[in-house]
């Protein structure tokens, strides 16, 4: 999956080139599958993460990280929760499902009780 991942990604760069004008996918890296249930790489699943970097395209990047999400999501991919993503609670529920996404919500609680760190779109992620 990781090969086919990466060349979707290339693909994305020149196909949607005039819509979404990516300066570079940035970085592609291998990363070791963890045993942390809300982790991208949860589940053991040793992963293929790529970025991408859109200079001077703020109005643009939204509309552009979700058409790319979508991209990789049929490949099996997850977004990052420490990175700028579209995930709603739908995507999420299907990627990690409904338990693991309590128990991170219980987490975040515990930790930041007042949810100081708690952006709204993590919380209308995580909030059934």
């Avoid at 196909?15 to 790489?41: F, L, W, Y």
Wanted: hydrophobic share 40%; aromatic share 6%; net charge positive.
């Amino acid at each position: 999956h990781a090969m086919e991942a990466v060349r979707a990604a290339d693909r994305f760069t020149r196909e949607q080139r005039a819509r979404c004008p990516v300066n570079a996918m940035h970085p592609i890296r291998t990363v070791k599958g963890d045993d942390i249930p809300h982790s991208p790489v949860g589940g053991g699943r040793d992963s293929v993460a790529i970025s991408f970097v859109m200079i001077g395209q703020p109005e643009r990047f939204d509309d552009c990280s979700r058409l790319f999400e979508d991209l990789m999501v049929a490949h099996g991919g997850r977004p990052h929760w420490g990175k700028r993503n579209t995930m709603d609670r739908q995507r999420a529920v299907a990627a990690y499902g409904a338990d693991v996404l309590a128990r991170l919500r219980a987490a975040a609680r515990a930790v930041d009780p007042q949810g100081y760190f708690m952006t709204p779109h993590l919380a209308a992620v995580l909030e059934a």
